[in-house]
Nanobody
Framework: QVQLVESGGGLVQAGGSLRLSCAAS????????MGWFRQAPGKERAFVAAINWSGGNTYYTDSVKGRFTISINNAKNTVYLQMTSLKPEDTAVYLC?????????????????WGQGTQVTVSS
């Protein structure tokens, strides 16, 4: 079992930055691929970024490439999502997820564990 707790969300103006954190407990994240997803009101959960445990490869949805960075601190058992140049369309609840799989990480159905989410609101 893995428990995930997100933090770092908030209200920010367009063009600003936030760093989301996802603290894992129960098992070390070094053996899990980690992903960030987001869900806006009335919309489906959407892939944002992922990093696989086997090689540290990172993946991003096109709309955040060059603006968001996913990283892992194995010593702290924490995964981060650094978000810069934020836009109003980035507004959503951001959720952290973990899986023992290393492929098809853009699919939310591939993840076994989920956090409760943290709200990110970007004002124009």
């Amino acid at each position: 079992q893995v428990q995930l707790v997100e933090s770092g969300g908030g209200l920010v103006q367009a063009g600003g930055s936030l760093r989301l954190s996802c603290a894992a407990s129960g098992r070390t994240v070094s053996r899990y691929s980690m992903g960030w997803f987001r869900q806006a009101p009335g919309k489906e959960r959407a892939f944002v970024a992922a990093i696989n445990w086997s090689g540290g490869n990172t993946y991003y949805t096109d709309s955040v490439k060059g603006r968001f960075t996913i990283s892992i601190n194995n010593a702290k058992n924490t995964v981060y999502l650094q978000m810069t140049s934020l836009k109003p369309e980035d507004t959503a609840v951001y959720l952290c997820a973990a899986t023992s799989r290393v492929f098809a990480l853009t699919n939310p159905g591939r993840y076994d564990y989920w956090g409760q989410g943290t709200q990110v609101t970007v004002s124009s």
